[in-house]
C-alpha cells in the first residue's frame, strides 16, 4: 500500500468523524459533554479498520491470482519439461538452449530472424501432430531430411511438368548424393519412374537415368501415349513415398511451375499413392526394352558385331 491510498484512507476518516462530531452537536446543542467527540472519534476509527480491512482482503485475493497463475505457470513448464525429456536425445534441449542465449547476444534483426525461424518450426509441429503439413513452392530441405530418414525404401515419380531442369541443379545433387549414401550404408531401395508426355523425349533423359543406375537406383521411363487408358486417367503429379508410410507431393500451378510441397503420413491419402506407383511401375517393365529407355537386345548384339568387325 503507498502512501497516498494512506493519505486517502485518512482523509476519509477525518470527514467522517467531523461529519458525525458536527450531527452529535447539532441532535444534542443541549447536552455537553465529550460523548460526542468519542462517538466521532470511534466512527472514524471504525471506517479506518474498515477501509484497511477491504484493502486487505483485495490484496489477498490479488496475491492468491498471482500464486494461482505462478502454480499455474510451474504445472505448465513441469509438463513442458516432462515432455522434453522425451526429446533429450534430439534437437529440442539445444534449440531451447541456443535460442535463449541469442536473446542476450547479436543485433535486434538476428533476435528477430530467430523467433521467425523457431515459429516457422513450431508452425510445422503443430501442423505435423494432425500428420500433414504444406509450404509454398517446393522445399528442399524437407527432401533432404526425408531422404536422410529413410531406412527401407523410396518410390517416387518424376514427371517433365515438375522436373524441367531440375536434375542439373544443385539441390538434386544433394539428393542424390543422400540418396547413394542411403543405399549404400542403410541398403535402403530407390525406384525411380520417369513419365513424358510423348516416346521422343525419352532420348532426353538418357544421361540423367544412366547416372541414376550407376548410383544402384531402379530407373524406369514411360510415355503416357504407351500406358493403358485407365492408367492415364487422372492427374499426374510428383510424388515420392518414403518408407511406405510418408508422402512428399509437389503440387504444380497452371503454368507448371512448383505452387506447393505437401508432406502426409495419414494412411488414407499415402496408400492410393503407393499402389498408384506400383501400378505405373509395373506397366512401365511391361514395355519392350527398347520403349523403357533401354537399348534392345538384337540393338546390343548388332552393334557388337559392327565393333568387332571395326577392330578385326
Keep these: 500500500m503507498n502512501a497516498r491510498h494512506v493519505t486517502q484512507k485518512l482523509l476519509v476518516t477525518v470527514v467522517v468523524g467531523g ?17 460526542q467527540l468519542v462517538l466521532s472519534v470511534l466512527c472514524g476509527g471504525i471506517v479506518l479498520i474498515v477501509q484497511f480491512l477491504v484493502s486487505f482482503v483485495n490484496q489477498m485475493h490479488a496475491v492468491k491470482d498471482s500464486v494461482d497463475k505462478r502454480f499455474a505457470d510451474i504445472g505448465r513448464a513441469t509438463k513442458l519439461f516432462n515432455e522434453v525429456e522425451k526429446l533429450r536425445d534430439d534437437g529440442v534441449p539445444r534449440l531451447a538452449e541456443n535460442a535463449t542465449k541469442l536473446v542476450s547476444t547479436g543485433p535486434r534483426i538476428l533476435h528477430d530472424f530467430a523467433n521467425e525461424e523457431i515459429n516457422r518450426l513450431a508452425g510445422v509441429m503443430e501442423d505435423l501432430t494432425s500428420f500433414s503439413a504444406e509450404t509454398p513452392g517446393e522445399n528442399h530441405d524437407w527432401l533432404m531430411t526425408l531422404t536422410k530418414c529413410t531406412s527401407t525404401s523410396i ?7 515438375v522436373d524441367d531442369g531440375f536434375w542439373s541443379s544443385e539441390p538434386a545433387s544433394r539428393y542424390l548424393t543422400a540418396q547413394r549414401e542411403g543405399i549404400v550404408e542403410r541398403d535402403i531401395t530407390v525406384r525411380r519412374l520417369f513419365i513424358v ?20 537406383i531402379k530407373v524406369r521411363v ?7 487408358a485407365h492408367l492415364r486417367r ?10 511406405k508410410a510418408l508422402s512428399y507431393e509437389i503440387h504444380p500451378d497452371q503454368l507448371g ?18 499402389r498408384r506407383f ?21 540393338s546390343v548384339r548388332s552393334l557388337t558385331n559392327r565393333g568387332d568387325s571395326a577392330g578385326g
Design 155 to 161: 518410390d517416387a515419380i518424376s514427371t517433365s511438368v
Design 222 to 228: 514411360v510415355a503416357l501415349e504407351q500406358l493403358p
Design 257 to 274: 511451375l512448383n505452387s506447393s510441397t505437401a508432406v502426409n503420413a495419414r494412411p488414407e491419402l499415402v496408400q492410393p499413392l503407393l
Design 234 to 243: 487422372g492427374k499426374m503429379i510428383d510424388f515420392i513415398v518414403f518408407d
Design 197 to 216: 508426355k510423348e516416346n521422343q523425349e525419352r532420348a532426353a533423359l538418357d544421361p540423367i537415368c544412366e547416372e541414376q543406375r550407376d548410383m544402384r
Design 278 to 298: 506400383e501400378q505405373l511401375w509395373e506397366a512401365a517393365g511391361e514395355l519392350p526394352p527398347s520403349a523403357n529407355g533401354l537399348p534392345a537386345p538384337d
Design 19 to 35: 461529519v458525525v462530531y458536527l450531527l452529535t452537536n447539532v441532535i444534542s446543542s443541549d447536552d455537553e459533554g465529550p460523548w
